[in-house]
């Protein structure tokens, strides 16, 4: 209704002062019974679908700094800026002589407590105390103090041994047993040892394997920190490697439309440079909308296998909510700017009839989205003049 009071007002003004313009009291006169030939279409509803803009920027989906597991003087590094690398391709590498002779070193140990338990090499490490050397020696000296102990009770009975020796005897005896059950808990101690000096040759092999740092995803290298020669503590930073495929766009989304907006949804991105939209689909969505803009935080996942997306790009963002959705699109051409107004003329009872509209976005080609003012089954005006007026007689060119 303002768009036609400001219509109208500007008419009456115009008549009023006699100026020229398509609402002037000599276009009126001239045209009132005039005939003008017009081109028409149907206005018809198609399929438009329903989107909304946001903006945001790209993000990396993974990003790390690669670190020194272990210390040791850097003896190579095969990437640079820019690098990409696959998962499990050598990034960075140390210097290995002292973390091959520790290895050696706990190989040794391993090998030494295998022989206490008389394991010789290839055998597996199951181990029976009782057919061990220790536990068989300390077996025979049982078995002697309990024969040397039977004679002397024997002997004592007959008199011919005093009590003092038979006394003796069973002490003996029970030494024996004491030196027996220490022999097999001594080789329970030893297998015990055995599975301790097995974890440190493991620790051995893991340290001399970090001395290679290799890439743990697919990635490219974004910044190059250690140099060659140069010595790295543990846990020093080496090079930064950033995933590019796929990259995450994070999109602040207005309140007003939030609720539109469902993981899944296709997302059309674009950014300076580019003319050509990117593919991608909602992924995740805030649970809460951000106080200060008043805006819900969406992430969406945009394939990157050509690399041309770059994490921390500025994009503009088109979310298609509903895909089926259905409206009015006509040429620009069809459409006449007058006093700030966009308007139409459509074919009614053989005159003119006119229609203030309030245009959409643009589409493909010339095309433009009518929002309001227009509604299918309408013979519009494809070829408007700013000298047309509404009531003039037309005749439509077939």
Same mark, same amino acid.
């Given at each position: 209704?303002?768009?036609?009071?400001?219509?109208?007002?500007? %008419?009456?003004?115009?008549?009023?002062?006699?100026?020229?313009?398509?609402?002037?009291?000599?276009?009126?006169?001239?045209?009132?019974?005039?005939?003008?030939?017009?081109?028409?279409?149907?206005?018809?509803?198609?399929?438009?679908?329903?989107?909304?803009?946001?903006?945001?920027?790209?993000?990396?989906?993974?990003?790390?700094?690669?670190?020194?597991?272990?210390?040791?003087?850097?003896?190579?590094?095969?990437?640079?800026?820019?690098?990409?690398?696959?998962?499990?391709?050598?990034?960075?590498?140390?210097?290995?002589?002292?973390?091959?002779?520790?290895?050696?070193?706990?190989?040794?140990?391993?090998?030494?407590?295998?022989?206490?338990?008389?394991?010789?090499?290839?055998?597996?490490?199951?181990?029976?105390?009782?057919?061990?050397?220790?536990?068989?020696?300390?077996?025979?000296?049982?078995?002697?103090?309990?024969?040397?102990?039977?004679?002397?009770?024997?002997?004592?009975?007959?008199?011919?041994?005093?009590?003092?020796?038979?006394?003796?005897?069973?002490?003996?005896?029970?030494?024996?047993?004491?030196?027996?059950? !220490?022999?097999?808990?001594?080789?329970?101690?030893?297998?015990?040892?055995?599975?301790?000096?097995?974890?440190?040759?493991?620790?051995?092999?893991?340290?001399?394997?970090?001395?290679?740092?290799?890439?743990?995803?697919?990635?490219?290298?974004?910044?190059?920190?250690?140099?060659?020669?140069?010595?790295?503590?543990?846990?020093?930073?080496?090079?930064?490697?950033?995933?590019?495929?796929?990259?995450?766009?994070?999109?602040?989304?207005?309140?007003?439309?939030?609720?539109?907006?469902?993981? !899944?949804?296709?997302?059309?991105?674009?950014?300076?440079?580019?003319?050509?939209?990117?593919? !991608?689909?909602?992924?995740?969505?805030?649970?809460?909308?951000? %106080?200060?803009?008043?805006?819900?935080?969406?992430?969406?996942?945009?394939?990157?296998?050509?690399?041309?997306?770059?994490?921390?790009?500025?994009?503009?963002?088109?979310?298609?909510?509903?895909?089926?959705?259905?409206?009015?699109?006509?040429?620009?051409?069809?459409?006449?700017?007058?006093? !700030?107004?966009?308007?139409?003329?459509?074919?009614?009872?053989?005159?003119?009839?006119?229609?203030?509209?309030?245009?959409?976005?643009?589409?493909?080609?010339?095309?433009?989205?009518? %929002?309001?003012?227009?509604?299918?089954?309408?013979?519009?005006?494809?070829?408007?003049?700013?000298?047309?007026?509404?009531?003039?007689?037309?005749?439509?060119?077939?």
């Amino acid at each position: 209704m303002a768009f036609r009071r400001t219509v109208a007002t500007s %008419a009456l003004f115009c008549l009023s002062l006699g100026c020229t313009g398509p609402y002037s009291q000599q276009t009126v006169k001239a045209k009132a019974d005039a005939p003008v030939s017009v081109k028409v279409q149907n206005t018809a509803l198609e399929n438009i679908p329903e989107i909304v803009n946001a903006t945001g920027e790209l993000l990396a989906e993974d990003q790390a700094t690669l670190r020194a597991k272990v210390a040791g003087r850097v003896s190579a590094i095969k990437v640079d800026l820019g690098s990409r690398a696959e998962q499990g391709d050598v990034v960075v590498e140390l210097e290995k002589d002292d973390y091959l002779l520790r290895l050696k070193q706990a190989e040794a140990a391993v090998e030494q407590t295998r022989a206490r338990l008389g394991l010789g090499p290839g055998e597996g490490d199951a181990v029976d105390p009782e057919k061990t050397a220790l536990v068989r020696q300390a077996a025979a000296s049982l078995k002697e103090a309990r024969l040397m102990q039977a004679n002397a009770a024997q002997l004592f009975k007959q008199g011919v041994v005093s009590n003092v020796d038979f006394q003796r005897a069973g002490v003996n005896l029970q030494a024996a047993e004491a030196r027996h059950q !220490g022999a097999i808990e001594e080789i329970y101690r030893t297998r015990a040892e055995l599975l301790q000096r097995q974890q440190e040759l493991a620790l051995a092999r893991q340290q001399l394997a970090d001395t290679v740092i290799r890439a743990p995803f697919r990635g490219a290298v974004t910044q190059r920190i250690a140099t060659l020669g140069e010595y790295l503590a543990v846990n020093a930073p080496a090079v930064v490697l950033v995933r590019w495929h796929p990259l995450r766009v994070r999109l602040q989304v207005p309140e007003r439309q939030a609720f539109k907006v469902k993981a !899944g949804q296709r997302i059309d991105i674009t950014f300076e440079g580019q003319l050509v939209p990117r593919p !991608g689909r909602v992924v995740r969505l805030s649970p809460a909308i951000e %106080a200060q803009n008043r805006s819900l935080i969406i992430e969406g996942e945009m394939p990157n296998e050509d690399g041309r997306l770059r994490a921390g790009s500025f994009v503009e963002a088109t979310i298609t909510v509903n895909p089926q959705a259905t409206g009015i699109a006509l040429n620009r051409s069809s459409v006449i700017n007058f006093a !700030g107004v966009d308007r139409v003329f459509v074919v009614q009872d053989g005159k003119l009839a006119e229609r203030i509209v309030r245009m959409g976005r643009r589409l493909d080609g010339d095309r433009i989205e009518i %929002a309001s003012g227009l509604e299918a089954g309408l013979m519009l005006v494809t070829n408007p003049s700013d000298r047309f007026v509404p009531g003039q007689p037309v005749t439509v060119e077939r």
